[in-house]
T-cell receptor, first 113, second 112 residues
Framework: DAGVTQTPRHEVAEKGQTIILKCEPVSGHNDLFWYRQTKIQGLELLSYFRSKSLMEDGGAFKDRFKAEMLNSSFSTLKIQPTEPKDSAVYLC???????????FGKGTRLTVV | GDQVEQSPSALSLHEGTGSALRCNFTTTMRAVQWFQQNSRGSLINLFYLASGTKENGRLKSTFNSKESYSTLHIRDAQLEDSGTYFCAAEAGRGSALGRLHFGAGTQLIVIP
């Protein structure tokens, strides 16, 4: 079975650009998470979906970050407009449901210049 | 506030020795997972526990939900064990049900 797939693996954007990161969860998984990881802040939750419904979004990220699940097998994270402080690794994860194991993708490393 | 306190933040071990990592929880958690993040940045699943103890090779993990902690024991450390270890606990109540709370990580260096 394929794990969580994230594309692209690396992205370089200029300040002010719009970028879209993509995630395909493990087939059949109902829960999907987006996280941002930096050395200073560690892992921060951006969004949490259950059966395509948004359960939680990271309050601090609402203004320029928008995650969507267009269908159960695909999610996007849009950052608009990008700022240099958005440089980080963005991780997507999925699981069958509560009380089950979470699996992470390999992440997208975003650099905003 | 922070729901998960992970310790130590950094650890150096000589090859062949062992140690324990710990996560304390400030609220009721229903399950815990442990991950190793390798040099490439990938998060590798080590354990998922709803209770009790699991063992896999040189690693052993325990989750005590009543006393609100989990441990990860590493024995006979090898160079490939180097990396950052995270615990993540699943919230057990109310609107937080299902949310994952991550520890800040333990950076482990195994020395030849």
């Amino acid at each position: 079975d394929a794990g969580v797939t994230q594309t692209p693996r690396h992205e370089v954007a200029e300040k002010g650009q719009t970028i879209i990161l993509k995630c395909e969860p493990v087939s059949g998984h109902n829960d999907l998470f987006w996280y941002r990881q930096t050395k200073i802040q560690g892992l921060e939750l951006l969004s949490y979906f259950r059966s395509k419904s948004l359960m939680e979004d990271g309050g601090a990220f609402k203004d320029r970050f928008k995650a969507e699940m267009l269908n159960s097998s695909f999610s996007t994270l849009k950052i608009q407009p990008t700022e240099p402080k958005d440089s980080a690794v963005y991780l997507c994860a999925s699981r069958s449901g509560t009380d089950t194991e979470v699996f992470f993708g390999k992440g997208t490393r975003l650099t905003v210049v | 506030g922070d729901q998960v306190e992970q310790s130590p933040s950094a650890l150096s071990l000589h090859e062949g020795t062992g140690s324990a990592l710990r996560c304390n929880f400030t609220t009721t958690m229903r399950a815990v997972q442990w991950f190793q993040q390798n040099s490439r940045g990938s998060l590798i699943n080590l354990f998922y526990l709803a209770s009790g103890t699991k063992e896999n090779g040189r690693l052993k993990s325990t989750f005590n939900s009543k006393e609100s902690y989990s441990t990860l024991h590493i024995r006979d450390a090898q160079l490939e064990d180097s990396g950052t270890y995270f615990c993540a606990a699943e919230a057990g109540r109310g609107s937080a049900l299902g949310r994952l709370h991550f520890g800040a990580g333990t950076q482990l260096i195994v020395i030849p």
